[in-house]
């Protein structure tokens, strides 16, 4: 039942041209299966490969389960990718790890031959069953061919230096390059004209928006200029801030700071004759009355009036 559902889970996601081996015992509760990317693959392709592990959990801790892995001359691109995947009856669990990889150094040149033959490391799959015995398996992956981009027959470059020396001659057969040199077309979620359509629709609603809110405080602006009317002289001020003083409240301390206010400005506005009268309401031991402050604002008022 294990070896079927091994099978089959394995034959619908490996890719059609895909290469695979597998090792397992007939009494093992675990089944290995390793796919690679068949070749002949160019010096610095990415490649993928697959780890399959098919398990009876009846028989095996799944958490007590551990692969190991070695893609020497290949480096890893990013870290595997882990997908599990149970049976109906969740007895037999699949368990799938799969690696980007790629051979861009010095270690992956062919030397003098066009291609090489790449065979990885065996693969170690480690696990304990429910009695907690230890068990370890080991399997081969598929071999595969690594081929050069450079041909011809000359001597092919083995140090950075050999291939800055050959690149300094353009009809040099090295540079007969056999792999395609031409970038691939590049591709987009979306379409750039698309996109910039969008962003333009989004900008200008944006401007609309921003408009039609910005109407209302405009126009509240607007009116509060109009209605403002032109700016007090200082001894206004003075006047307007005893006249709000007394309306809250007559005799404390805001009300005698507005008459002291209003007595620093009357001699700058040539009304000096009615200085005393502000300080002692301002600063006399009783509490300024709103009667007086409004006799005095009467008077400066009216004194002010016919000096203009």
């Known amino acids: 039942m294990v070896r079927r559902f091994a099978l089959l889970c394995i034959a619908a996601a490996s890719l059609g041209a895909a290469t695979a081996t597998g090792a397992r015992a007939a009494t093992s509760p675990v089944d290995v299966s390793l796919v690679v990317s068949p070749g002949p693959h160019i010096f610095g392709d990415q490649i993928h490969a697959e780890v399959n592990v098919v398990i009876d959990t009846k028989a095996v801790d799944l958490k ?41 150094t010095f270690a992956c040149l062919t030397g003098k031959k066009k291609e090489r033959t790449i065979h990885f490391a065996p693969a170690t799959v480690r696990y304990r069953d429910r009695n ?40 040099d057969p090295i540079i007969q390059l056999v792999a395609s040199t031409r970038a691939p077309s590049p591709s987009y979620r979306l379409n750039p004209v698309v996109l910039a359509a969008l962003l333009f629709a989004a900008a200008l ?47 404390n301390a805001e009300h005698r700071e507005a008459l002291a206010w209003l007595a620093r400005e009357l001699p700058r506005a040539n009304l000096a004759e009615f200085v005393g009268r502000a300080r002692r309401l301002a600063w006399s031991e009783q509490p300024p009355t709103a009667e007086a402050s409004r006799k005095l604002a009467a008077d400066v008022d009216a004194a002010q009036r016919s000096e203009a």
């Open 205 to 251: 609603t944006a401007l609309v928006g921003a408009g039609t809110l910005a109407r209302p405080l405009y126009a509240l602006a607007r009116r509060q200029e109009a209605t403002a009317g032109p700016e007090l002289t200082p001894l206004e001020q003075a006047l307007a801030a005893v006249d709000a003083a007394t309306r809250r409240q007559p005799g």
């Open 64 to 104: 007590a389960v551990h692969v190991d892995t070695k893609f020497d001359p290949y480096t890893r691109l990013e870290t595997p990718h882990r997908t599990t995947t149970s049976s109906a009856g969740g007895s037999t669990i699949l368990l799938r790890y799969g690696y980007l990889l790629t051979c861009d």
């Open 132 to 171: 907690g015995k230890s068990s370890t398996l080991t399997v081969r992956w598929p071999k595969f061919r690594l081929v050069s981009r450079f041909g011809g027959p000359r001597y092919l470059p083995q140090t950075a230096s050999d291939v800055t020396r050959g690149l300094q001659y353009t009809n």
